[in-house]
């Protein structure tokens, strides 16, 4: 929902009461007053100059249109009296319980009993400090999207401990997924697809990568690389271009050393092409 307008002494006094006083719906301010309040519709109190207003002498309504300093209004709003309007009662847009509860009703809040709903954005600009702090269990969602309000399944859901699970909305149950599953992982259990031409898979190369190059001597290399584990596969292409001496090349898992190096071997011990390699680790 958006939220009502408001002005900084937004105040006037009646010129011309409604007709009739209990319950017609337009009254004329004051000259000149009706470009002291905010753009319609906001909610009024209105009751006797200088007077403080009670539940006895001041009715709340919503002002729904001005013209230049004529305004419509809804009678006997939030749950106040019909007031008989007088000329020269005061007219202001003031806080009310609406002001409070559409704050309330727009927020979204950690650590709730009941699951708190909203519509409309929320803009509270550029902020150092974090926007939403929730309090919640890892299985507890901290956020749900619904494409519709009356789908009966989530589009998006973010749960405590981070993990993000995608859907389609509807009656269709969240069927895809996103997590941390230990230091430094990020999984899913379903595919990740690249759907756009050019696009792919982009791994760092270098020392201790997964992905490298080498390059053969005598029909051998032995690869430093702290990244191979126990449970590696490695993949071998070769990048020389068809050099002479080219042989068959595998990597001899007998001679892996965990954590610190493979060995690449030649069929041909003149051997000398470089080859690329990419490290899989299986899960």
Excluded at 33 to 58: E, H, K, M, W
Excluded at 99 to 122: R, V
Excluded at 217 to 226: I, K, L, P, S
Aim: glycine share 10%.
């Amino acid at each position: 929902m958006a939220f009502d307008a408001h002005l900084n002494f937004a105040i006037g006094l009646v010129a011309t009461a409604p007709s009739p006083a209990s319950s017609g719906i337009s009254l004329v301010l004051a000259a000149g007053q009706g470009a002291l309040f905010p753009a319609p519709s906001f909610n009024a109190v209105i009751c006797p100059v200088a007077t403080q207003p009670t539940t006895l002498n001041a009715e709340i309504v919503r002002v729904t249109s001005i013209s230049t300093d004529t305004l419509t209004i809804t009678r006997i709003q939030e749950s106040s009296n019909a007031r008989t309007i007088l000329i020269g009662d005061q007219v202001y847009a003031g806080p009310t319980v609406k002001t409070f509860t559409d704050i309330e009703n727009n927020a979204i809040l950690g650590n709730q009993a009941a699951e708190q709903t909203m519509s409309g954005p929320l803009d509270w600009g550029a902020q150092a400090n974090p926007l939403i702090i929730a309090a919640q269990i890892a299985a507890n969602p901290v956020l749900r999207n619904y494409l519709l309000d009356a789908d009966a399944n989530p589009a998006l859901e973010i749960d405590g401990s981070g993990k993000i699970q995608f859907g389609a909305g509807g009656a269709t149950a969240l069927d895809t997924n996103l997590y941390r599953n230990g230091t430094g992982i990020l999984q899913t259990d379903g595919n990740i697809a690249i759907g756009t031409a050019g696009k792919g898979l982009q791994i760092e190369s270098g020392s201790n990568c997964k992905v490298g190059t080498a390059t053969l001597v005598g029909g051998t290399v032995t690869v430093a690389n702290t990244s191979v584990t126990a449970n590696s596969v490695i993949l071998i292409v070769d990048q020389s271009g068809g050099s002479a001496n080219l042989g068959s090349i595998a990597e001899t898992k007998s001679s892996r050393v965990a954590n610190t190096s493979f060995t690449i071997v030649s069929s041909n011990p003149l051997d000398t092409s470089t080859f690329g390699y990419v490290i899989i680790e299986a899960i």
